[in-house]
């Protein structure tokens, strides 16, 4: 498909214009790893519900996941692949550092 061209020639683009370290990458890959529990590459809504249910009472990394959601419904898409994660944690900055802390936190 297309967007699989997309990824392979796009992602250094993103990377220049987002400024992000190969640390950030690490820690959203560890984010989105926790998330995409069937290893599809993908997140969908009933994982990210999941990983809601696993964030507990910490508000901020619970916000975090709703907005993850709505944003999974404003691309009327049913999955978010890494590339677009990576996009929406650059973009959501505190929430994103909050989830990730979240889950470093041993269980």
Do not use: C, W
């Not at 061209?5 to 683009?13: A, C, Q, S, V, Y």
């Not at 999974?72 to 909050?98: C, H, I, N, P, Y």
């Amino acid at each position: 498909s297309n967007e699989d061209e997309d990824d392979e020639n796009g992602n250094k683009d993103d990377e220049d214009e987002y400024q992000i370290s190969q640390e950030d990458i690490d820690q959203y890959r560890k984010v989105f790893d926790f998330l995409d529990e069937d290893k599809s590459g993908r997140i969908d809504k009933s994982e990210i519900m999941n990983g809601i249910s696993s964030a507990g009472p910490d508000g901020l990394s619970v916000e975090i996941l709703y907005e993850l959601l709505a944003r999974l419904d404003d691309q009327k898409g049913e999955e978010l692949s890494f590339k677009a994660f990576t996009r929406f944690m650059v973009e959501s900055g505190d929430g994103a550092s909050s989830l990730i802390q979240l889950l470093s936190q041993p269980k």
